[in-house]
């Protein structure tokens, strides 16, 4: 299934163009109707419907609003085949009518939409020393946020039970109950089995290998869950609201740490164990820096937020954390100036090779320290295009990330969105309700 990029504009990009665009009857969305025309044209053979009622939530998704008539010239399926099943959707709260189409004579056709309220998702970003939570619609929006200092280190049960107790607090605070919650997202900062929903050896998490996260939230929720990376998951949620024209993108968190989310062909890639985009750990530092995970040399160790913040108070300053690097590069003190320019100067010759090996279209940074702006941007930009091949630079853009800390919480519900909403999980959900669910 190819992948879904829901409709985030409301959150993320308050001022794109949102007039009509491809025909759209009555404006549509800019994302999805740019989506439709890569999806629908150019890769039939993933895309094509077989006008089950999942594949036909997927096109309203998609297209909306689009009317019944649309649907059937689409699919191919009879228009009776078509009432039918939106009947179905509709009455399960997934679909409602929007409107009329603009009238061409005769009676205006009527326009369906996706509702986005139906239900809601719970989202987690957990980081090293700091996390976002969030209670989203949908499309992603989120309804109702909170973040918080908290130590990943104290462990899956203090920390965890703090996420559970906070998102019962938003759930309330969002005017909905734990039976709305459709799914959980979960980002943590540390390897991860996707599949199992567990962290795995991970170096800056001490108690939490192979703690089964996912199967807590099911038995207390009843709904699935998906854990994964942090980065990946703030990878997505820049990949979400980028131009839908980039299908191959990096996504470069430097924070606490430094890690990579890698978008290849528009789809997330893991690697065969989950453990692509570590960069943070290639030996690219001082042999003399110690690493967390016990090796020498490694990127973070030397360009990470811990090590930028360690070196200052070296030097004299007052810096526990990442953020109060980026307030003394902010405030124009040169010495963190010079060791965030430095820090952009080493991640830029991991990403240097990066570039050569997978040529991406855009490499986003984000994580506390690219809240430093141009210093660590320049330092990375100096060493990607000094190193990499002429062509592979060709166009490319290195950029700091469009959502911020929030791309973490809107990367989380945009994976457990797509995950609930596939076609197929739909139509086995109607098998199950003996609504049928065939093409």
């Known amino acids: 299934m190819a992948p879904i990029r829901v409709s985030l504009t409301s959150v993320l990009r308050p001022d794109r163009d949102r007039s009509p665009q491809h025909g759209s009857a009555s404006g549509g969305d800019f994302v999805l109707d740019a989506i439709n025309s890569h999806c629908f044209n150019d890769q039939m ?7 089950s009622p999942g594949d036909l939530l997927d096109l309203i998704r998609r297209r909306r609003p689009i009317t019944r008539a649309g649907l059937a010239s689409i699919t191919g399926l009879a228009r009776s ?31 369906l939409g996706f509702n986005a309220m139906s239900g809601v998702v719970l989202v987690a970003d957990l980081g090293a020393t700091h996390s ?25 049960d203090e920390v965890l039970s703090w996420v559970d107790k906070t998102f019962g607090a938003l759930t309330e605070e969002a005017g909905r109950s734990p039976a709305d919650v459709r799914g959980i997202g979960i980002g943590v900062p540390g390897s991860v089995d996707f599949v199992a929903g567990r962290a795995v ?47 191959d993108f990096v996504f470069v968190k430097v924070g606490t740490g430094i890690g990579s989310g890698l978008i290849l062909g528009g789809h997330l890639h893991r690697g065969a164990r989950g453990a692509a985009g570590d960069i943070g750990h290639i030996q690219a530092g001082s042999a003399d820096v110690m690493c967390r995970c016990g090796n020498p040399g490694c990127l973070e160790a030397s360009a990470g937020g811990a090590a930028l913040a360690r070196s200052l108070r070296a030097q004299g300053y007052d810096a526990a954390d990442s953020r109060d690097v980026v307030a003394f590069v902010k405030a124009g003190n040169g010495d963190a100036i010079h060791a965030v320019r430095d820090a952009g100067r080493l991640i830029g010759g991991v990403l240097a090779s990066t570039v050569n090996i997978l040529n991406p279209a855009v490499i986003s940074i984000g994580g506390d320290i690219a ?29 700091t990330g469009m959502l911020g800390d929030r791309a973490g919480i809107i990367g989380a519900a945009a994976l457990i969105i797509e995950h609930i909403f596939d076609p197929e999980t739909i139509n086995a959900g109607f098998v199950a309700a003996g609504d049928g669910g065939g093409s």
């Open 45 to 51: 053979g993933q895309c094509a419907p077989t006008g």
């Open 371 to 399: 809240e430093a702006g141009q210093q660590l941007l320049a330092g990375i930009r100096e060493i990607v295009y000094q190193r990499s091949t002429a062509l592979s630079t060709n166009d490319l853009q290195i950029t």
């Open 81 to 111: 085949t078509i009432t039918q099943r939106v009947d179905q959707l509709i009455v399960k709260g997934l679909v409602s009518e929007v409107g009329e189409a603009a009238s061409t004579g005769g009676r205006p056709a009527t326009m």
């Open 201 to 247: 050896h991970p170096s800056r998490m001490p108690g939490w290998d192979g703690y089964p996260i996912r199967e807590r939230f099911i038995e207390r929720y009843g709904v699935p869950v998906l854990v994964d990376n942090d980065v990946n998951i703030m990878a997505l949620g820049e990949f979400w609201a980028m131009d839908p024209g980039v299908d």
């Open 132 to 156: 976002r939570l969030a209670v989203c619609d949908l499309d992603a929006n989120p309804l109702a946020e909170t973040s918080r200092d908290i130590d990943i280190a104290d462990g899956p």
